[in-house]
């Protein structure tokens, strides 16, 4: 099969793709069981510990399961790498296209493994991905794959890839039964302001020994806290301050 042929029969059999739900969801659940028999790393739906390579044996699986193995031959031989990002905050994953300076290119499928782990803890709330209620973290993990092979079958097949576009949607909705291209993941900031911790809350942290107390001034995966210091920088409010940074789990509201 030439390059070519390979990425017209992947494209034919995406938009061709018909299947009742009840497959669907099997062959969904089959992947799910794959990943946890085979994966070195992950033990559990709700695993505490995920790799890589996890994604690497979730793509063969879908590629299996959902394209034939066409996704592969139209790879043609270009890279395909899957990274775990704890710092990506909005996104569930990103897929993107790479041409290097020699002039090779590459495809990167990025997963937000923090947003993963910031939900399904026993007291938190429903969680939905692609529209679709996830039970556990794998599930969730596997939603926001299932998004990112879309991305990346399209970019395969038609160079570019959108998922607030109509064949985009039709597709992820044809092979995957996805209702919405967004995820209900409880962002940090969002954990954050459950646990009343926003920007402007007053904070109290340790640090090297000493207990501080400043004021929140940016929330991502870890808080600015700017703490009243003469040393430190002079700011808008005319005073000095110094700026730490700080998991928001070592933060607590301060009394007053
Ligand atoms: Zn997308």
């Known amino acids: 099969m030439t390059p070519a042929s390979a990425r017209i029969t992947l494209a034919d059999a995406v938009l061709s793709f018909q299947a009742p739900e009840e497959t669907i969801q099997q062959r969904v659940r089959q992947i799910h069981h794959t990943v946890l028999t085979h994966s070195r790393y992950i033990r559990s739906a709700n695993y505490s510990v995920i790799h890589?390579?996890?994604?690497?044996?979730?793509?063969k699986a879908y590629d299996e399961g959902f394209f034939d193995g066409h996704c592969q031959r139209a790879l043609d031989?270009?890279?395909?790498?899957?990274?775990?990002?704890?710092?990506?905050?909005?996104a569930g994953g990103t897929t993107a296209r790479f041409v290097t300076a020699a002039g090779e290119t590459f495809y990167e499928i990025t997963v937000a493994s923090s947003m993963l782990f910031e939900g399904f803890g026993q007291m938190d709330r429903r969680i939905s991905v692609c529209g679709l209620e996830c039970e556990n973290r794998l599930e969730a993990l596997q939603r926001i794959f299932e998004h990112e092979m879309v991305h990346l079958v399209e970019q395969l097949c038609w160079q570019s890839s959108n998922c607030a576009a109509p064949r985009f949607q039709e597709i992820a909705r044809?092979?995957?039964?996805?209702?919405?291209?967004?995820?209900k993941l409880i962002t940090r900031r969002e954990r954050a302001a459950q646990s009343g911790i926003r920007v402007g809350s007053r904070v109290t942290f340790v640090f090297e020994g000493r207990p501080l107390t400043g004021r929140v001034n940016r929330l991502t995966k870890r808080a600015t806290v700017l703490v009243e210091d003469p040393e430190g920088e002079r700011f808008?409010?005319?005073?000095r301050y110094r700026k730490y940074y700080v998991p928001i789990v070592h933060l607590q509201l301060a009394v007053a």
């Open 52 to 59: 890589p390579e996890d994604l690497e044996l979730m793509f």
């Open 174 to 183: 044809r092979l995957f039964l996805h209702r919405a291209h967004t995820h």
């Open 77 to 90: 031989g270009r890279k395909l790498r899957f990274r775990l990002s704890p710092r990506m905050t909005k």
């Open 236 to 239: 808008s409010d005319g005073r």
